[in-house]
């Protein structure tokens, strides 16, 4: 199987470009040809951050030819402990671009197509048909179902990986014959039972295992060369440094890629993934209280019993002296709690804190409230010698 | 002992880490082995298959000896080398992150 422009013989490479790629041509499996191969390429990186910077790094070193970049993100300080295109500098820039000048200081033969925008139902086809293959780079539910649904629609493999703690998963998804991401997880979990990156952590170096896996499967679908990722998902668990390899079968019962089709256009993802569902009663339905609202009462002495629901390990980067009790523990430790005193919960975000009252008015209490935007918000707004994590 | 490896969300729920191992009673089923581990782990219940139907959740697979045994009828027995311990049965969920 080869992936893109079969006609390689507009592509012929310079004197200039026989000696960056002489490593290459060296090698029969790729050679001349797959050299031109891989300059008529068209590789769409949605995302460039963990997955996406290697991924885009080494696909642009490597000579693909035309290379997408999408990403509506700016480059945040939490970003350079992974996603290593972008640097100190870049802070604050978007990425699409600190990511183009760093693929063009690499290879400046290549074609960098830039996209700053979200990835969304109204523009991904249209991208999409402009590519031969997509890197999922993406980081989260909504957005990993619309990359899949639009390589079916529009038939371009999808490359994929994620990543989560020490942990990653990739596959080749939507190829000729081959299942789709669809086949292998159906629905996607409901809201808060998968954290995030961002919330449950990522060691740095994973996304660049992963996203080399992916770099190495576009090289070879464009090569048309070994055995690509189709119907295997592969298991990469850094901490036992184990690989594992699935069996994965295309789902005759797909709704997308399946024999009787339910999904033909694209949706409204954040509706699938429930997205709108989890914001809106975590937000509404509890008791808040501001950040700058709590440092006046607790400065004037008022009697409020402030209780920290992240974990220990979290405790340890930085705290408000609260009473820890993790979320998780909240059930079987309440009577730790002193249910005629006021109470105000805080996590890392605000997330886990509003179950957290949620929780504890389901079990009498009546003065409880959630810390709004945690103690991030608390070093925005109230003490920025607070580190934020 | 049958060996069950839980996605990385799972295990912190259940506040374990690596492989968990596990006795079961009886023909060793997809069936008998998630009973035992939501007996021990509780909090595991309604995670991995729904609360009413329990019927495995989309968005988890099951795997043993490279093969997706998802589709399998929930009281067909497990592959050999699980009821050994030699493999473990996989528990694979899907993560977003990247």
Redesign the interface.
């Known amino acids: 199987m080869s992936v893109g422009n079969q006609n390689v013989t507009a592509e012929r490479l310079t004197n200039d470009e026989i000696l960056r790629y002489s490593r290459h041509l060296v090698m029969p499996e790729v050679g001349m040809e797959g050299q031109q191969r891989l300059k008529a390429a068209r590789v769409l990186c949605v995302?460039t951050?963990?997955?996406?910077s290697p991924v885009a790094l080494y696909l642009a070193a490597a000579g693909v030819g035309t290379l997408g970049l999408m990403d509506f993100d700016v480059v945040d300080y939490t970003n350079l402990q992974r996603q290593i295109i972008h640097t100190t500098n870049d802070v604050g820039r978007p990425k699409v671009e600190s990511a183009a000048e760093k693929i063009a200081a690499i290879n400046p033969l290549v074609n960098v197509r830039k996209f700053e925008a979200r990835l969304s139902s109204a523009n991904a086809l249209e991208i999409f048909r402009e590519f031969d293959i997509v890197a999922?780079?993406?980081?989260?539910?909504a957005t990993?179902y619309l990359v899949n649904d639009a390589c079916v629609l529009t038939g371009k493999p999808n490359v994929y990986?994620?990543?989560?703690?020490?942990?990653?998963?990739a596959s080749v998804f939507a190829a000729a014959d081959g299942p789709c991401y669809r086949c292998?997880?159906?629905?996607?979990?409901p809201p808060g039972?998968?954290?995030?990156?961002a919330e449950?952590g990522?060691l740095g170096i994973l996304?660049g295992l992963l996203g080399l896996i992916q770099a190495t499967e576009v090289i070879k679908l464009i090569l048309g060369s070994g055995e690509p990722l189709v119907g295997r998902?592969l298991?990469v668990d850094a901490m036992?440094m184990r690989f594992?390899?699935?069996?994965?079968?295309k789902s005759a019962e797909c709704p997308v890629c399946g024999l009787n089709p339910t999904v033909t256009e694209l949706i409204d993802y954040d509706e699938f993934c429930g997205v709108r569902g989890e914001e809106a009663p975590a937000a509404a339905a509890v008791p808040e209280i501001q950040p700058e609202e709590l440092k006046r009462r607790l400065e004037a002495g008022e009697d409020i019993f402030v209780l920290d629901v992240r974990e220990p390990h979290e405790y340890q980067v930085c705290n408000l002296g609260g009473y820890l009790i993790p979320v998780?523990q909240l059930a079987e430790r309440v009577g730790e709690l002193d249910a005629s005193r006021e109470i105000v919960a805080h996590c890392k975000g605000g997330v886990r804190s509003a179950k957290a009252v949620e929780f504890l008015r389901g079990v009498g209490f009546t003065k409880v409230a959630s810390l709004a935007g945690g103690i991030q918000a608390w070093s925005d707004k109230v003490d920025p010698t607070v580190p934020k994590y | 002992m049958i060996r069950v490896v839980l996605p990385p969300n799972l295990r912190s729920l259940a506040r374990v880490n690596g492989e968990v191992q596990i006795d079961v009673a009886g023909q060793v089923t997809q069936r008998a082995v998630l009973d035992a581990l939501e007996d021990r782990y509780p909090v595991l219940r309604g995670t991995i298959r729904d609360h009413v139907t329990q019927r495995r959740r989309p968005f988890v697979r099951f795997f043993a000896c490279e093969q997706d045994l998802s589709h399998e009828p929930p009281d067909t027995a497990l592959p050999h080398r699980v009821v050994e311990g030699d493999e473990p049965f996989l528990i694979v969920g899907a993560i977003a992150g990247g």
Do not use: H, M
């Open positions: 995302g951050g963990g997955l996406g999922d780079g993406t980081d989260n539910f990993r990986a994620s990543i989560f703690r020490f942990e990653g998963q292998l997880y159906p629905e996607p979990p039972l998968v954290p995030s990156c449950g990522v996304p998902l298991l036992a594992r390899e699935l069996r994965l079968r998780g």
